[in-house]
């Protein structure tokens, strides 16, 4: 079963700022299988990116994912106030992974 | 647009079964496929398993094969999860969540897919 480890834990940063986050995979991920999630307080999450860098339907272009293999990365631009949430990686295909998160405080 | 309302919160005791349901709306029921997700108190996501109820196919995570079972009716556009022998470190937000894409074309029978559309989620607290 594959593992993922998102880094930092918590990032926070003023408006305005970049945000770097990360998920690393325990072992090679096929076909870039890996989605991004937001999930904002007492709210369900909402899926992000699939497939490593596509951009589902409404997100805004100032969140992009890069990454292959074992690393994966989401970028977040010009942060607003709004993006304050956690963010999870999930890695899919035959079963679904989460990471444990990463919380950006704004 | 889908939509996906879930069932209210439940209380249940240590050992006994709880099962939630998941109606949909919009979209085709048929050949979509749907998880559930799990979210303890203060913690992360945490997949249970889905079904494609074209195939009729359910995929569990390993961790509750054997006490979890998820199942479809087609026909009140339905879905439900049902949990057994409830612990204390089951109280958790249960979600459904559903893939927009469909599995009309081709899906392997044990396609997982990201997960566009979700429940509200639904609050199962076990308590003696």
């Known amino acids: 079963e594959i593992v993922l480890t998102q880094s930092p834990g918590t990032l926070s940063l003023s408006p305005g700022d970049r945000a770097t986050l990360s998920c690393r995979a325990s072992?090679?991920?096929?076909?870039?299988?890996v989605a991004w999630y937001q999930q904002r307080p007492g709210q369900a999450p909402r899926l992000l990116i699939y497939?490593?860098?596509f951009r589902v339907a409404g997100t805004p272009d100032r969140f992009s994912g890069s990454g292959s293999g074992r690393d994966f990365t989401l970028t977040i631009r010009r942060l607003e106030p709004e993006d304050s949430a956690l963010y999870y990686c999930?890695?899919?295909?035959?079963?679904?992974?989460f990471g444990g998160g990463t919380k950006v405080e704004i | 647009q889908v939509q996906l309302v879930q069932s209210g919160a439940e209380v249940k005791k240590p050992g006994s079964s709880v099962k939630v349901s998941c109606k949909a709306s919009?979209?085709?029921?048929?050949?979509?496929?749907i998880s559930w997700v799990r979210q303890a108190p203060g913690q992360g996501l945490e997949w249970m398993g889905g079904?494609?109820?074209?195939?009729?196919?359910?995929n569990y995570a390993q961790k509750f094969q054997g006490r979890v079972t998820i199942s479809a009716d087609e026909r009140t556009y339905t879905a439900y999860m049902d949990l057994s022998s409830l612990r204390s470190d089951d109280t958790a937000v249960y979600f459904c969540?559903?893939?927009?894409?469909?599995?009309?074309?081709?899906?392997?029978?044990?396609?997982?897919?990201?997960?566009?559309?979700w429940g509200q989620g639904t609050l199962v607290t076990v308590t003696s």
């Open positions: 969540a559903r893939w927009a894409g469909s599995c009309a074309s081709s899906c392997h029978p044990a396609w997982t897919p990201p997960l566009d559309f």
């Open positions: 919009g979209g085709t029921f048929h050949d979509s496929v």
């Open positions: 079904i494609i109820p074209m195939f009729g196919r359910t």
């Open positions: 072992q090679s991920i096929t076909r870039n299988y």
């Open positions: 497939g490593a860098s």
């Open positions: 999930q890695t899919y295909g035959t079963s679904l992974t």
